[in-house]
């Protein structure tokens, strides 16, 4: 019995093991992993898997990243081998990676240049350059200093955690690899123009003279092709795959407006950020609002063509986003943040719509409501964002003052207000009546919004203003495939704000306590269930008249 029983059991471990090792072979042919994040962030989106299947050549990346990185760029290594991986399963054989430690490199030339150690004015050491750091400087990758704890001590430690992607006798770079939630689309689109050097043009239109929107052209190169216009005279715009007019709009000469709508006619797209009020960049203050006759010129004329309306008052929002102030209090000057309700914080999207998909916390400096009336058949109107409930409309002269008393004005909210519009379908020209002519063709799109401030330099420190604004133009450009992968992020889904605090200190200590005791009950469990079969078998064996010889469990 104990022979066959051995047997038994030798046959059931080698028919496991076989099964195990015919898996692994298995998965090596065909390989499967489930993702189950909330924005499936560990799997190649559409379009960056449309992207590596078309290579018509190899493309290689080399990424250089040093050994035993500390927390956190230690996970974000491991990310970027990952996300590589699964380019080069996607691409077929037209991909290839490989990772590099520069500081290997560097130790053997360090070795021999310790005789020409050199001291520099404070009589500090000074290491010369190795090639390896030459040399990578040269194509755009830099060490970075970070903080690292050591030897219970924080120190300073230069690390490298560069990509570099090369595709024939051409390169791109991402110089240091820190934001894990943007990273696939920078591959993607670093990709699409190292194999497609003919990039979009983007026409745009600033009548501020690109003083105050040097960091949108900087996000905005990787992508595309900026050429300055005139609102004087914009001239031919055949060469023009989208336009963006940024800026006061009245200022746009009736030729411009006349080769704008000839622009939109023929089928392609324009962005309209509009400024109702003349609006201080430093100080965010509003200087003066625009004359009222201007609304009959410029800009305004082509917009309520199309049945959009630009307001003439200032939206205050509770739900708002905090400036600086400088207080003097004594012999001492104080800064502080405080509420400002005409920046508004918007997080009320069109979750339905590419653009506004996903998007949350958007800083929205000194706009106006919009409204879409009388829009023509051939058009159809949708709001993309909108203020919260608690806003309201402040005619001017308005006190922009931020330490304004909000307390004592006497302001009643009057419900959310659109800020961003999409205007899409049929554009045709004004003598043109929509139904003397068919919209299956040519359909272009506008979008408005009543600010030109949520894309200046100082609204782009905030992640959400640089998703909005590289949405809108990637819409612009119809490369629709970019704008889910912006919104992927790898963020902490926080908690509502109207929760209790009786139910936020239950999520905490739940989360704290209720996991390891969740793990304990199932071991408590399982051992509970051990000591009942052990006394089941003690006792089988300790009573003759209990026992059966036929029951193979007495031999367990």
Known sequence: MRIRMHASHLLATLFMVGTIVFIN????????????????????????????QSLPDVVVVQAYFSRDLPSPYASYARYTKDLLEEYRIAADGNFAFSFTNPAAQQAHEQAAQVQQLQRDIFGQTVHPPTQTE??????????????????????????????????????????????????????????????????????????????????????????VQIKPLNPDHVGSLDDVDA?????????????????????????????????????????????????????????????????????????????????????????????????????????????????????????????????????????????????SDKSWLESPPCNTNPQRNWNATQTAPSGAQALLLEIKGKFLPEEIAPQQQSIDDNLAKIVVAGSSALVWDSSLQTKANVDLA???????????????MRTREFIDVPLRQDISPIDRRLLKYGNIIGAPLFLVLIGLFRWSLRELYRKTIRAKLLDPGKRNKRDPSILL
Not at 169 to 184: A, K, Q, S, W
């Open 134 to 223: 030459l040399d990578l400087a040269h194509i755009g990758v830099e060490p970075v200093q970070v903080k690292v704890i050591e030897d219970d001590a924080e120190k300073m430690r230069q690390i490298y955690m560069g990509l570099v992607i090369h595709y024939q006798d051409r390169y791109e770079t991402i110089p240091f690899v820190h934001d894990m939630g943007n990273l696939e689309k920078n591959l993607t689109v670093l990709m699409r123009k190292l194999v497609d050097s003919s990039q979009p043009v983007l026409g745009f239109v600033d009548t501020y003279d690109g003083m105050r929107t040097n960091k949108l052209r900087q996000l905005l190169a990787a992508s």
């Open 25 to 52: 072979l298995l998965s090596l042919q065909y390989f499967v992993r489930l993702d189950l994040t909330q924005d499936s962030k560990y799997t190649l989106a559409d379009a960056s898997r449309k992207t590596v």
């Open 470 to 484: 590289l949405n809108l133009i990637d819409s612009m450009v119809a490369d629709n495939d970019l704008l889910h």
């Open 243 to 387: 336009l963006l007019f940024v800026g006061k709009p009245q200022e746009a000469s009736l030729t411009t407006i006349q080769a704008i709508e000839n622009f939109l006619v023929s089928g392609r797209n324009a962005l309209f950020l509009l400024d109702a009020f003349d609006i201080h960049p430093s100080s965010f203050a509003v200087a003066a609002a625009l004359p009222q006759q201007l609304e009959q010129q410029g800009i305004y004329t082509l917009l309520q063509r199309y049945g959009v309306r630009l307001g003439r008052q200032l939206v205050g929002d509770v739900q708002c986003a905090k400036v600086p102030i400088q207080q003097q209090i004594g012999d001492q000057l104080l800064t502080r943040c405080v509420p400002y309700p005409f920046t508004p914080t918007v997080v009320d999207f069109d979750a339905d719509n590419p653009i506004t998909h996903k998007l949350r916390g958007v800083v929205w400096p000194f706009a106006a409501a919009l409204t879409a009336a009388d829009v023509p058949t051939s058009l159809s109107a949708t709001v993309l964002a909108r203020s």
